[in-house]
């Protein structure tokens, strides 16, 4: 199958978001961990207030932990004033970022390693900070797909 990689660079201002946090293993991951807290966002998306792209579910992925990673699926909001039970707050500065997107039928490995390959046949340096990368969904996806669309960004310095 052909694997199209265009990758640009987008510049992202700071923003917070709202949601979920998920702590583990990158065993605990590809065992379906993430996939349940994106479930759960999907389930409680409503309860989340100043949400200012209801369509985009982001997964940003934080390497702060020997041996494993803090993953949150939230929400972009415009402001956080009550957030909900059981669900974190997260400040994201601004950024440049490599972006790819992942299309159906593609190969989730190849598509990270092409990103990667690309960012230092460039020269792009990762930017500094725990952030490792980001993921966008469209909110109505399931989780449980095998066959998922998406946009991997990856954060450089510039």
């Known amino acids: 199958m052909f694997q199209s990689h265009d990758i640009t660079i987008v510049e992202k201002p700071a923003f917070q978001a709202v949601g979920m ?17 994106i479930q759960q ?18 997964g940003l992925s ?15 909001v415009s402001a956080v004033h009550e957030i909900p ?3 974190v707050s997260v400040s ?4 440049s970022y490599a972006r790819l997107e992942h299309r159906k039928r593609q190969d989730i490995d190849k598509s990270y390693e092409h990103i990667f390959a690309w960012i230092e ?7 500094p900070g725990d952030l490792t990368h980001c993921e966008e969904y ?9 066959d998922p669309e998406f946009n991997i960004l990856i954060p450089i310095l510039r």
């Open 21 to 37: 946090e998920w702590k583990g293993t990158f065993a605990e991951a590809g065992a379906g961990g993430i996939r349940q807290v």
């Open 41 to 58: 966002m999907h389930e409680r998306k409503q309860d989340i207030q100043h949400v200012s792209d209801p369509e985009t579910l982001l």
């Open 62 to 76: 934080y390497h702060v932990t020997e041996g494993g990673f803090t993953h949150y699926s939230v929400l972009q």
């Open 85 to 87: 039970e059981g669900m």
């Open 92 to 95: 994201v500065p601004a950024l």
């Open 121 to 127: 046949e460039q020269g792009y340096k990762k930017a």
């Open 138 to 146: 469209p909110v109505g996806q399931d989780p449980y797909t095998g």
